[in-house]
Structures are given as structure tokens and as C-alpha cells.
């Protein structure tokens, strides 16, 4: 039960940022632009993943770094997935108000506290033993798509076909979230996680919506 809550929440959650995405790619077109002009002074208007980090800052899922630039190369810590995540699931508000984690270096003081202490009680993200959780250190690909099927429920789909890695990258690819040839060792930039955490959001919503094919490209 507790599981099927959790997966509905999601799915909700979703469906409200498709919401969001439909508005966004309307108002796209609508300009002949694919990126809000001066946004982030760091993301050209013709890079591949601008939609998707415009429509998901329009969310409130993804920000800048406080200078006006969105550093699309940097690697995303497994503290920002997190936190990102948590966002997707509008579980913002709960996750800053629970600051405890069990994992010592993780202390309450730190930024994301309640990200990880939240995204760990739904199963989300996970520790390496020894009561380490390694909140700065990067996320792979594979990483970054497991997390993102555990928060959209297709976890068991993915044990299924295979668990972690290739299970979880199979299944998807088949959603659109990503290509069923992602490195397995590679850690993720800001910009394909944008684009990952796009892709997911619109396979749970179900999205259609005029400009999602361009970015997708799967649909």
C-alpha cells in the first residue's frame, strides 16, 4: 500500500509538471524559440537540452548556481539527485522540514539533509554501508536512471529485466528516458540529467504535447 501511494504521489506530481511542460512548449512555439532569452547566460539558445532545463526551472525542480549560469557540464553529486528527485515528487517543503539522516556524513547542517533522508525512506537512494551515503560524489548514468525509475515506480520492471545496470537502462530506453547505449561508467552532466528527469516526468504524464517529440525524440 504504502508503495502504491508513494507511486501515485509521482504520478501526480507529473502530471501537474506536464502541465507545466505543455504550457512551456506552447509558449515556445508561440516565440519561435526553443530557451527563455537570458535565462542562463551559459546555455545557448540552439543546445539540444535548453527546453528541458527551461521547462523543468520553470517547475521549480532544477535551478542556477546564484550567478546566472546553469554550468550544464557539471557532474551532478548524488546530493543533487536528491534533492532534484524529492523536487519531481513535490516532496520540496517535506524534505527541507526533515533534516535527520542515519548516515554520518550527512549531518543535519548539511544543505541537502532532507533530500537524502527523505529519497532514502522511499527507497529512492541508498547508502554504501558503513554509514556513508557520499553526498558529493558523482552520479553515473546508470545511477542517475536507476533513481529516477525507483521515484516512478518501475523498479520491479527493471529488476526484472535484468537489475542494475542494464535492466534499469532497458527499461528506459523503452520509456524515452534515455538511449538504451548509455555508458555504464560515465558520470552524468547537469545537462543530460535535465534531459533525463524531462523524459521521465513526460513518460509518467503520458505527454503528447506539440515541441515534446523534438526534444524526446522517441515519440
Request: charged fraction near 15%; charge should be negative; hydrophobic fraction near 40%.
Amino acid at each position: 500500500m504504502k508503495k502504491l501511494r508513494t507511486v501515485t504521489i509521482f504520478l501526480l506530481c507529473s502530471l501537474l509538471l506536464c502541465t507545466t511542460l505543455s504550457a512551456h512548449h506552447h509558449a515556445v512555439r508561440a516565440h519561435h524559440s526553443g530557451h527563455h532569452a537570458g535565462l542562463f547566460s551559459d546555455i545557448p539558445a540552439g543546445a539540444g537540452y535548453c527546453a528541458a532545463v527551461d521547462a523543468l526551472y520553470d517547475a521549480g525542480v532544477i535551478t542556477g548556481d546564484g550567478n546566472g549560469r546553469f554550468n550544464p557540464q557539471n557532474q551532478v553529486s548524488r546530493a543533487e539527485a536528491a534533492a532534484i528527485i524529492c523536487r519531481m515528487r513535490g516532496l520540496d517543503d517535506t524534505a527541507k522540514a526533515y533534516c535527520e539522516t542515519s548516515f554520518a556524513d550527512v549531518p543535519s547542517t548539511h544543505w541537502a539533509s532532507g533530500y537524502i533522508a527523505t529519497a532514502c525512506d522511499l527507497g529512492i537512494v541508498n547508502g554504501y554501508g558503513g554509514g556513508k551515503f557520499g553526498p558529493d560524489d558523482p552520479v553515473s548514468y546508470p545511477q542517475m536512471v536507476k533513481m529516477l525509475l525507483c521515484a516512478a515506480g518501475h523498479a520491479d520492471a527493471a529488476e526484472q529485466a535484468g537489475g542494475f545496470p542494464q535492466g534499469y537502462i532497458s527499461v528506459a530506453s523503452d520509456l524515452g528516458i534515455c538511449s538504451a547505449d548509455l555508458s555504464y561508467t560515465q558520470h552524468c552532466p547537469r545537462s543530460d540529467m535535465a534531459q533525463m528527469c524531462y523524459h521521465t516526468a513526460l513518460a509518467a504524464g503520458n505527454c503528447y504535447c506539440a515541441g515534446c517529440q523534438r526534444i524526446c525524440g522517441v515519440r
